[in-house]
Each structure stands twice: as C-alpha cells, then as structure tokens.
C-alpha cells in the first residue's frame, strides 16, 4: 500500500466516473455557465441534483442569489464546448459564449444544444470547505438528443479533483 500523498490523493480521485456538464446560473439580468464534474442525483422524491460548485466562483454568486440553476448534458462527442466555460461566460443576448441559451422555469439559462438538460430551484446549500454542494429539485427537464451518450470527464484530457495544486 503506498503512503498516502498529494499526488495519490490526485491520481485516484481522478479516476471517479463522473459526468461532465455545463451548470447554468442566473441573477438578476447577470448569466453565467460552467463546466461541472461534480453532479450527481441525491433523492428520489423529491427528484434532488447535488452540484459542487468552487466558493470563489462567478456561478457560486448566482446561484446563492438567485435560488436556481441549470445542468445541461452534453453529448459526448463534442467536448470542446467545456473549455470555453472553464472562466466566466459573455452574454450577448440570448447566447453565453456564442452559444444559444433559452429559460424554462427558473430562469436559469438552459443551452439549446444540450442533448439533456435539468432546470432546478434551489432547496440546499451545504458550504463543505473549497465547495458548497447546492442540492436543486427538477422542476422542469428535457431531452431533446435522447440516442446520444452524456460526456465524461474521461472523454477529455480534464482533470478536476484532489487537492489543491500550485496555489490555484
């Protein structure tokens, strides 16, 4: 068994499956979108969404304010759309980045070409050191590419997870 260190701690969290997404958040006339691997279903009923979102964050912002937020599956296949939303979004009208935006229930901005996509009002936020784990309930969702495979964040070269590196 190897001691555990820094870059253990790295290597193995890094081989969690998890999804990736595009977590979109809004207060005010202020949008924003970002890349996300930390999501994951917590209740059944109600139908409860966990997100790790960074502290320091624009979306950590928004989603406190505004009690909401999106998580848009993207398809796995097209995984350059997550480097763009690795800093915070331009909005022009109705994109984030270049890339068409709608509202459903919430407000919270829901991509066009997401193959699925959840729209959640906000029921818990638990602060958890660098992170707070906002827990929103569906209160609206579609697919709308129902035969495409969700990205990952092993079909990427990304690597989100550990401990902090390098001062970041």
Wanted: proline share 5%.
């Amino acid at each position: 068994m190897q001691p555990l260190s820094d870059e253990l701690l790295n290597q193995v969290t890094w081989k969690i499956p998890n999804a990736l997404v595009l977590i979109g958040s809004a207060a005010g006339d202020e949008w924003n979108a970002m890349t996300a691997s930390w999501v994951t279903q917590v209740s059944m009923e109600p139908v409860l969404i966990g997100v790790a979102v960074d502290n320091k964050a624009v979306t950590h912002r928004l989603i406190s304010a505004g009690k909401h937020f999106s998580v848009n599956l993207w398809s796995a296949d097209d995984t350059r759309v997550f480097v763009k939303f690795s800093k915070p979004a331009e909005r022009s009208d109705s994109t984030l980045n270049g890339r068409p935006v709608f509202t459903a229930s919430t407000g919270a901005p829901i991509f066009a070409e997401a193959i699925a996509w959840m729209d959640c009002e906000l029921r818990h936020a638990i602060d958890l050191g660098t992170h707070t784990f906002f827990v929103g309930e569906i209160v609206a969702a579609d697919i709308p590419v129902p035969d495409q495979r969700a990205a990952a964040i092993g079909d990427t070269r990304m690597k989100y997870g550990g401990v902090k590196r390098g001062g970041h």
